[in-house]
């Protein structure tokens, strides 16, 4: 992560305002800037703007038009690149593993309960990566250069509607089964998503995988994953928390240096 955008990020970090508009987008993602600004209900309308557009200068969120208003949405990528500057990949394992427990017995212990749960959720998470949209497309499409960044698996699909869209391991293991739902190419990749890599997730309920790819500037994409109908506490739902982020690091790095991350699993 380049110096600059890690000041970019601790400094967008360091003001309460804004950790409160992450924490309010923690709490409930997608929501119009109107109703982010009930974070901070001492400043008005045009103080809010402002922050938020700290936020995404940042890229810790993202946002999109939706009829009049414009929803914004919390972008863990920048907060995972500034920890990996200091935590190796098992480092960062071994704290996931710290934070989820201490996160379940407290939640456990202090959170009442409460008489409806959402069945589903949905994980986003952007970057902006130094390659046209063309060549980020290739990564995304080819599967020799797929394997280097996708886990060690390689996307097998012709990338037609309705057609299959499997990742698939060295020896031919089928890793995650999908079909394609819609595409545009160099844009667009949606298809359905079932895990398939152990058999405590082969028989989850099917999720929904998006890929969109915008130009950001000159040779600059912003790369967008929306993991969505993920289902609530099933063992899918344990076991992809972080595979967005890392999936997007790891592409970054690869188009970028050359070289793949090292990780290893989601």
Not at 36 to 54: D, E, M, Q
Not at 120 to 149: G, M, S
Not at 208 to 228: F, N, P
Request: contains cysteine; glycine residues 6%.
């Amino acid at each position: 992560m380049p110096h600059d955008a890690v000041d970019q990020t601790i400094k967008a970090l360091a003001d309460p305002t804004r950790r409160a508009m992450l924490d309010a987008l923690r709490e409930g993602d997608g929501q119009s800037l109107s109703s982010l600004g009930t974070a901070a209900p001492s400043l008005g309308k045009h103080a809010v703007l402002k922050h938020f557009r700290i936020l995404e200068q940042a890229g810790l969120v993202t946002s999109r038009k939706e009829g009049r208003q414009r929803l914004v949405f919390l972008n863990p990528v920048p907060v995972l690149l500034l920890a990996q500057r200091w935590l190796d990949d098992y480092g960062a394992r071994s704290a996931r593993q710290l934070t989820r427990l201490k996160t379940h017995l407290e939640t456990e212990t202090l959170m009442p309960s409460t008489t409806s749960t959402p069945t589903t959720r949905t994980v986003r998470a952007a970057i902006i990566i130094k390659a046209t949209p063309e060549r980020v497309w290739h990564a995304l499409t080819d599967p020799e250069e797929c394997r280097q960044w996708y886990f060690g698996t390689y996307i097998r699909s012709t990338f037609e509607l309705g057609t299959a869209l499997d990742y698939v391991d060295d020896v031919g293991v089928v890793q995650i089964r999908g079909t394609v739902v819609e595409v545009e190419v160099g844009r667009l990749l949606v298809h359905t998503f079932n895990a398939t890599w152990s058999d405590d997730v082969r028989n989850d309920q099917e999720s929904l995988y998006t890929w969109r790819l915008e130009l950001w500037g000159a040779d600059l994409t912003q790369v967008t994953i929306e993991h969505s109908r993920i289902p609530v506490g099933s063992h899918t739902d344990g076991q992809v928390e972080q595979g967005a982020t890392t999936l997007l690091s790891s592409l970054k790095t690869l188009l970028e240096t050359g070289r793949p991350l090292p990780v290893s699993g989601s």
